[in-house]
Protein backbone atom coordinates (compact mmCIF):
# COMPACT_ATOMS: atom_id res chain seq x y z
CA UNK A 1 0.00 0.00 0.00
CA UNK A 2 2.93 2.48 0.48
CA UNK A 3 4.96 1.19 -2.17
CA UNK A 4 1.28 2.13 -4.34
CA UNK A 5 1.13 6.03 -3.15
CA UNK A 6 4.43 6.62 -3.20
CA UNK A 7 3.95 5.43 -7.04
CA UNK A 8 0.92 7.47 -7.10
CA UNK A 9 2.55 10.65 -5.73
CA UNK A 10 5.89 10.13 -7.78
CA UNK A 11 3.38 9.98 -10.90
CA UNK A 12 1.77 13.10 -9.45
CA UNK A 13 4.50 14.85 -9.16
CA UNK A 14 5.80 13.62 -12.49
CA UNK A 15 2.53 14.74 -14.31
CA UNK A 16 2.52 18.00 -12.95
CA UNK A 17 5.90 18.87 -13.94
CA UNK A 18 5.31 18.20 -17.27
CA UNK A 19 2.48 20.47 -17.05
CA UNK A 20 4.60 23.12 -16.06
CA UNK A 21 7.26 22.41 -18.52
CA UNK A 22 4.24 22.49 -21.51
CA UNK A 23 2.85 26.02 -19.71
CA UNK A 24 6.13 27.54 -19.70
CA UNK A 25 6.79 26.28 -23.36
CA UNK A 26 3.56 27.58 -24.60
CA UNK A 27 4.13 30.96 -22.81
CA UNK A 28 7.75 31.14 -24.53
CA UNK A 29 6.21 30.46 -28.03
CA UNK A 30 3.78 33.27 -27.38
CA UNK A 31 5.80 36.11 -25.82
CA UNK A 32 8.85 35.41 -28.34
CA UNK A 33 6.16 35.81 -31.44
CA UNK A 34 5.16 39.54 -30.84
CA UNK A 35 6.43 42.65 -33.39
CA UNK A 36 8.47 45.23 -31.72
CA UNK A 37 6.55 47.61 -29.72
CA UNK A 38 7.33 50.91 -31.21
CA UNK A 39 5.28 49.19 -34.37
CA UNK A 40 2.60 47.87 -31.90
CA UNK A 41 2.11 51.13 -30.56
CA UNK A 42 2.56 53.25 -34.03
CA UNK A 43 -0.33 50.61 -35.40
CA UNK A 44 -2.82 50.26 -32.40
CA UNK A 45 -2.59 54.29 -32.36
CA UNK A 46 -3.42 54.46 -36.38
CA UNK A 47 -5.97 52.01 -35.88
CA UNK A 48 -8.27 54.24 -33.28
CA UNK A 49 -7.33 57.47 -34.73
CA UNK A 50 -10.03 59.85 -35.56
CA UNK A 51 -10.62 63.75 -36.56
CA UNK A 52 -10.05 65.86 -33.58
CA UNK A 53 -12.68 67.88 -31.87
CA UNK A 54 -13.20 70.83 -29.71
CA UNK A 55 -13.83 69.88 -25.92
CA UNK A 56 -16.87 72.06 -25.41
CA UNK A 57 -16.00 71.45 -21.47
CA UNK A 58 -18.67 72.01 -19.34
CA UNK A 59 -19.24 71.85 -15.61
CA UNK A 60 -21.06 72.08 -12.49
CA UNK A 61 -19.22 72.50 -9.21
CA UNK A 62 -20.65 71.09 -5.96
CA UNK A 63 -18.42 71.77 -2.69
CA UNK A 64 -18.94 69.50 0.12
CA UNK A 65 -17.17 69.31 3.40
CA UNK A 66 -14.32 67.02 2.30
CA UNK A 67 -14.40 66.92 -0.97
CA UNK A 68 -14.98 69.40 -4.00
CA UNK A 69 -17.34 67.37 -6.69
CA UNK A 70 -17.40 68.45 -10.37
CA UNK A 71 -19.42 66.63 -12.70
CA UNK A 72 -20.24 67.68 -16.48
CA UNK A 73 -18.97 66.62 -19.92
CA UNK A 74 -16.01 66.95 -22.73
CA UNK A 75 -16.44 66.22 -26.32
CA UNK A 76 -14.45 63.63 -28.01
CA UNK A 77 -15.79 63.49 -31.26
CA UNK A 78 -18.35 65.60 -33.18
CA UNK A 79 -21.40 63.64 -32.02
CA UNK A 80 -19.32 61.99 -29.19
CA UNK A 81 -19.93 63.25 -25.37
CA UNK A 82 -18.12 62.12 -22.49
CA UNK A 83 -19.94 62.38 -18.92
CA UNK A 84 -17.24 63.43 -16.76
CA UNK A 85 -17.07 62.91 -12.23
CA UNK A 86 -14.17 64.88 -10.92
CA UNK A 87 -13.69 64.45 -7.23
CA UNK A 88 -11.07 66.83 -5.72
CA UNK A 89 -9.52 67.36 -2.43
CA UNK A 90 -10.67 70.37 -0.54
CA UNK A 91 -7.30 72.76 -0.27
CA UNK A 92 -6.98 75.97 0.20
CA UNK A 93 -3.20 76.21 -0.36
CA UNK A 94 -3.16 73.47 -3.14
CA UNK A 95 -3.73 74.46 -6.73
CA UNK A 96 -3.21 71.77 -8.65
CA UNK A 97 -3.47 67.64 -8.06
CA UNK A 98 -1.71 64.65 -9.40
CA UNK A 99 -5.20 62.94 -11.31
CA UNK A 100 -5.89 59.06 -11.61
CA UNK A 101 -9.05 58.02 -14.08
CA UNK A 102 -10.74 55.48 -12.38
CA UNK A 103 -12.50 53.16 -14.84
CA UNK A 104 -16.03 50.63 -14.28
CA UNK A 105 -16.73 47.55 -15.89
CA UNK A 106 -19.34 46.17 -18.09
CA UNK A 107 -22.59 47.73 -17.27
CA UNK A 108 -22.03 49.97 -15.07
CA UNK A 109 -21.14 53.40 -14.77
CA UNK A 110 -18.88 56.32 -13.03
CA UNK A 111 -21.59 57.17 -10.47
CA UNK A 112 -21.63 53.15 -9.22
CA UNK A 113 -20.79 53.53 -5.24
CA UNK A 114 -17.43 51.64 -5.87
CA UNK A 115 -16.02 54.04 -8.31
CA UNK A 116 -17.06 56.96 -6.41
CA UNK A 117 -15.30 55.33 -3.45
CA UNK A 118 -12.07 54.98 -4.98
CA UNK A 119 -12.65 59.14 -6.23
CA UNK A 120 -13.18 59.81 -2.58
CA UNK A 121 -10.08 57.87 -1.64
CA UNK A 122 -8.03 59.10 -3.82
CA UNK A 123 -8.52 63.00 -2.57
CA UNK A 124 -7.28 61.29 1.01
CA UNK A 125 -4.26 61.25 -0.67
CA UNK A 126 -3.95 64.45 -1.75
CA UNK A 127 -4.51 62.86 -5.84
CA UNK A 128 -7.75 64.13 -8.27
CA UNK A 129 -10.07 61.20 -8.94
CA UNK A 130 -11.42 61.41 -12.33
CA UNK A 131 -14.32 58.76 -14.05
CA UNK A 132 -16.16 58.89 -16.94
CA UNK A 133 -19.44 56.49 -18.39
CA UNK A 134 -17.81 54.41 -20.90
CA UNK A 135 -19.63 54.08 -24.47
CA UNK A 136 -23.08 53.12 -24.10
CA UNK A 137 -23.07 53.12 -20.84
CA UNK A 138 -24.59 55.73 -17.68
CA UNK A 139 -25.58 58.93 -19.09
CA UNK A 140 -24.23 58.02 -22.48
CA UNK A 141 -27.98 56.78 -23.06
CA UNK A 142 -30.66 59.19 -22.73
CA UNK A 143 -32.18 58.71 -19.39
CA UNK A 144 -29.53 56.20 -18.67
CA UNK A 145 -28.64 52.96 -19.76
CA UNK A 146 -30.28 49.57 -18.38
CA UNK A 147 -27.01 48.10 -17.49
CA UNK A 148 -24.84 46.42 -20.58
CA UNK A 149 -28.52 46.16 -22.45
CA UNK A 150 -27.61 49.06 -25.02
CA UNK A 151 -23.77 47.91 -24.93
CA UNK A 152 -24.89 45.02 -26.33
CA UNK A 153 -27.15 46.03 -28.54
CA UNK A 154 -24.89 48.98 -29.80
CA UNK A 155 -22.04 46.05 -30.34
CA UNK A 156 -24.86 43.52 -32.21
CA UNK A 157 -24.86 46.57 -34.15
CA UNK A 158 -21.14 46.90 -34.83
CA UNK A 159 -20.89 43.34 -35.63
CA UNK A 160 -23.66 43.54 -38.25
CA UNK A 161 -22.63 46.43 -39.86
CA UNK A 162 -22.28 46.71 -43.64
CA UNK A 163 -20.51 49.82 -44.27
CA UNK A 164 -17.02 50.03 -43.57
CA UNK A 165 -17.23 54.05 -43.58
CA UNK A 166 -19.80 53.85 -40.32
CA UNK A 167 -18.03 50.87 -38.35
CA UNK A 168 -18.65 51.32 -34.94
CA UNK A 169 -15.90 49.75 -32.50
CA UNK A 170 -17.78 50.38 -29.00
CA UNK A 171 -16.47 46.89 -27.87
CA UNK A 172 -13.29 48.31 -26.06
CA UNK A 173 -11.60 50.39 -28.76
CA UNK A 174 -14.04 53.27 -28.67
CA UNK A 175 -13.49 54.16 -25.33
CA UNK A 176 -9.94 53.67 -25.76
CA UNK A 177 -9.88 56.63 -27.95
CA UNK A 178 -12.29 58.21 -25.66
CA UNK A 179 -9.52 57.92 -22.76
CA UNK A 180 -7.36 59.29 -24.83
CA UNK A 181 -8.85 62.76 -24.98
CA UNK A 182 -9.75 62.43 -21.69
CA UNK A 183 -5.90 62.72 -20.96
CA UNK A 184 -5.48 65.42 -23.72
CA UNK A 185 -8.18 67.28 -21.47
CA UNK A 186 -6.81 66.83 -18.25
CA UNK A 187 -3.13 67.80 -19.32
CA UNK A 188 -4.39 71.15 -20.24
CA UNK A 189 -6.53 71.95 -17.29
CA UNK A 190 -4.46 74.44 -14.52
CA UNK A 191 -5.63 72.48 -11.42
CA UNK A 192 -3.85 69.01 -12.93
CA UNK A 193 -0.14 67.76 -12.73
CA UNK A 194 -0.05 66.67 -16.43
CA UNK A 195 2.85 64.84 -15.59
CA UNK A 196 1.04 63.13 -12.90
CA UNK A 197 -1.83 61.16 -14.55
CA UNK A 198 -2.82 57.62 -13.49
CA UNK A 199 -5.24 55.09 -14.54
CA UNK A 200 -7.35 52.50 -12.76
CA UNK A 201 -10.07 50.51 -14.65
CA UNK A 202 -11.84 46.95 -13.32
CA UNK A 203 -12.55 44.45 -15.54
CA UNK A 204 -14.11 46.12 -18.65
CA UNK A 205 -12.20 49.23 -17.02
CA UNK A 206 -8.85 46.91 -16.93
CA UNK A 207 -9.26 45.88 -20.36
CA UNK A 208 -9.36 49.40 -21.54
CA UNK A 209 -6.97 50.56 -18.88
CA UNK A 210 -4.20 48.67 -20.05
CA UNK A 211 -5.34 49.44 -24.34
CA UNK A 212 -5.13 53.31 -23.70
CA UNK A 213 -2.53 53.40 -21.05
CA UNK A 214 0.06 50.99 -22.75
CA UNK A 215 0.40 53.13 -25.70
CA UNK A 216 0.21 56.46 -23.97
CA UNK A 217 3.31 57.36 -22.26
CA UNK A 218 1.39 60.81 -20.42
CA UNK A 219 0.12 58.04 -18.24
CA UNK A 220 2.66 57.43 -15.51
CA UNK A 221 1.27 54.66 -13.14
CA UNK A 222 -1.74 51.93 -14.08
CA UNK A 223 -3.69 49.46 -12.49
CA UNK A 224 -5.27 46.96 -14.51
CA UNK A 225 -7.86 44.99 -12.24
CA UNK A 226 -9.28 41.74 -13.20
CA UNK A 227 -8.09 42.46 -17.05
CA UNK A 228 -5.00 40.90 -17.87
CA UNK A 229 -5.08 37.61 -19.91
CA UNK A 230 -4.12 36.04 -23.25
CA UNK A 231 -7.49 36.55 -25.72
CA UNK A 232 -5.52 34.59 -27.97
CA UNK A 233 -4.35 31.41 -25.30
CA UNK A 234 -8.48 31.30 -24.58
CA UNK A 235 -9.86 30.75 -27.78
CA UNK A 236 -6.49 27.98 -28.44
CA UNK A 237 -7.34 26.38 -25.46
CA UNK A 238 -11.37 26.92 -25.77
CA UNK A 239 -11.73 29.17 -22.22
CA UNK A 240 -13.70 31.52 -23.51
CA UNK A 241 -16.61 30.83 -22.68
CA UNK A 242 -16.33 33.66 -19.47
CA UNK A 243 -15.04 36.05 -21.78
CA UNK A 244 -18.01 35.63 -24.49
CA UNK A 245 -20.77 35.66 -21.10
CA UNK A 246 -20.29 39.74 -20.69
CA UNK A 247 -21.71 40.23 -24.10
CA UNK A 248 -23.52 36.76 -24.90
CA UNK A 249 -26.27 38.42 -26.91
CA UNK A 250 -23.83 39.58 -29.36
CA UNK A 251 -22.10 36.41 -29.65
CA UNK A 252 -25.63 34.26 -30.15
CA UNK A 253 -26.60 36.78 -32.61
CA UNK A 254 -23.09 36.48 -34.38
CA UNK A 255 -23.42 32.65 -34.33
CA UNK A 256 -27.20 33.01 -35.79
CA UNK A 257 -25.46 35.36 -38.78
CA UNK A 258 -23.10 32.88 -39.39
CA UNK A 259 -25.50 29.54 -39.81
CA UNK A 260 -24.33 27.94 -36.36
CA UNK A 261 -27.11 26.68 -34.18
CA UNK A 262 -24.36 27.56 -31.35
CA UNK A 263 -21.93 29.60 -29.73
CA UNK A 264 -18.34 28.64 -30.59
CA UNK A 265 -14.82 29.38 -30.75
CA UNK A 266 -15.25 30.07 -34.59
CA UNK A 267 -18.31 32.35 -34.26
CA UNK A 268 -16.51 34.17 -31.26
CA UNK A 269 -13.15 34.67 -33.04
CA UNK A 270 -15.33 36.05 -35.84
CA UNK A 271 -16.72 39.17 -33.81
CA UNK A 272 -13.11 39.84 -31.95
CA UNK A 273 -11.62 39.83 -35.56
CA UNK A 274 -14.41 42.44 -36.77
CA UNK A 275 -14.82 44.83 -33.85
CA UNK A 276 -11.07 44.44 -31.76
CA UNK A 277 -8.93 43.09 -34.70
CA UNK A 278 -5.67 41.99 -33.32
CA UNK A 279 -7.13 41.29 -29.79
CA UNK A 280 -5.24 37.80 -30.48
CA UNK A 281 -2.03 39.08 -31.67
CA UNK A 282 -0.35 41.92 -31.91
CA UNK A 283 -3.04 43.58 -29.70
CA UNK A 284 -3.36 41.17 -27.40
CA UNK A 285 -2.40 41.79 -23.42
CA UNK A 286 0.58 40.07 -23.48
CA UNK A 287 1.78 41.78 -26.29
CA UNK A 288 0.76 45.51 -25.39
CA UNK A 289 1.83 44.67 -21.71
CA UNK A 290 5.35 45.19 -22.74
CA UNK A 291 4.84 49.13 -23.76
CA UNK A 292 4.76 50.01 -20.16
CA UNK A 293 8.29 49.63 -19.65
CA UNK A 294 9.68 51.12 -17.46
CA UNK A 295 6.38 52.95 -15.88
CA UNK A 296 4.95 51.71 -12.61
CA UNK A 297 2.51 48.99 -13.19
CA UNK A 298 0.28 46.99 -10.80
CA UNK A 299 -1.45 44.20 -12.45
CA UNK A 300 -4.44 42.78 -9.79
CA UNK A 301 -5.92 39.35 -10.95
CA UNK A 302 -7.78 36.20 -9.04
CA UNK A 303 -7.48 32.79 -9.15
CA UNK A 304 -10.50 31.72 -10.14
CA UNK A 305 -11.89 34.27 -13.15
CA UNK A 306 -13.33 32.61 -15.93
CA UNK A 307 -13.30 35.87 -17.88
CA UNK A 308 -9.19 36.18 -17.66
CA UNK A 309 -8.23 32.45 -17.18
CA UNK A 310 -5.44 32.21 -15.00
CA UNK A 311 -2.67 30.17 -17.46
CA UNK A 312 -3.37 32.53 -20.14
CA UNK A 313 -3.25 35.92 -17.85
CA UNK A 314 0.20 34.29 -16.74
CA UNK A 315 1.64 34.63 -20.52
CA UNK A 316 0.84 38.50 -19.59
CA UNK A 317 2.59 38.45 -16.63
CA UNK A 318 5.55 36.52 -17.81
CA UNK A 319 6.10 39.03 -21.00
CA UNK A 320 5.84 42.03 -18.59
CA UNK A 321 8.26 40.36 -16.04
CA UNK A 322 10.91 39.71 -19.24
CA UNK A 323 10.31 43.70 -20.44
CA UNK A 324 10.94 45.13 -17.40
CA UNK A 325 13.99 42.80 -16.51
CA UNK A 326 15.06 43.78 -19.58
CA UNK A 327 14.90 47.62 -18.84
CA UNK A 328 16.55 46.98 -15.24
CA UNK A 329 13.07 47.96 -13.94
CA UNK A 330 11.54 44.98 -11.67
CA UNK A 331 10.93 46.88 -9.02
CA UNK A 332 8.03 48.50 -10.96
CA UNK A 333 6.15 45.93 -11.90
CA UNK A 334 3.93 44.22 -9.13
CA UNK A 335 1.57 41.03 -10.06
CA UNK A 336 -0.60 39.78 -7.38
CA UNK A 337 -2.95 36.64 -7.79
CA UNK A 338 -5.82 36.97 -5.17
CA UNK A 339 -6.08 32.65 -4.62
CA UNK A 340 -9.58 31.56 -4.74
CA UNK A 341 -11.79 34.19 -5.60
CA UNK A 342 -14.15 34.70 -8.57
CA UNK A 343 -14.07 37.84 -11.21
CA UNK A 344 -14.24 40.69 -8.49
CA UNK A 345 -12.46 43.52 -6.99
CA UNK A 346 -11.07 42.77 -3.55
CA UNK A 347 -10.92 44.82 -0.89
CA UNK A 348 -7.09 43.48 -0.47
CA UNK A 349 -6.50 44.59 -4.05
CA UNK A 350 -8.42 48.23 -3.58
CA UNK A 351 -5.75 48.80 -0.99
CA UNK A 352 -3.22 47.33 -2.61
CA UNK A 353 -3.82 49.83 -5.93
CA UNK A 354 -4.24 52.77 -4.07
CA UNK A 355 -1.07 52.17 -1.94
CA UNK A 356 0.50 51.83 -5.23
CA UNK A 357 -0.30 55.15 -6.51
CA UNK A 358 0.60 56.48 -3.62
CA UNK A 359 3.87 55.19 -3.56
CA UNK A 360 4.14 56.03 -7.65
CA UNK A 361 2.69 59.09 -8.57
Not at 130 to 135: G, H, K, L, T, Y
Not at 204 to 211: A, C, L, P, R, S
Not at 268 to 286: N, R, S, Y
Request: charged share 25%; with cysteine; aromatic share 10%.
Amino acid sequence: MKRSQHSLAKNKFFGAGILCIFLLIDVQAQVNKYIPVKQVAAEFKALLQRPAVDFNPEFQSTPTDSVLIEKGFIYSQKNEKIPVLIYKPVSTKVTSFPAVICLHGTGGNKDQEDIRDLLYRFTRKGFMGVAIDARYHGERIAGGAHGSKEYAEAITRAWENKDPDRQERPFYFDTVYDLWRLTDYLSQRRDVQKTRIGMIGISMGGIETWMAASVDQRIKVTVPVIAAQSFRWSLENDQWQGRARTILAVHEQAAKDLGDSTVNKENVKAVWDKLVPGITGKFDCPSMIRLFVPRPLLLLNTEKDPNNPLPGAKIAFESAKRAYRSANASKKLQVDVAPNEPHRFISKHKEMAIAFFAKWL
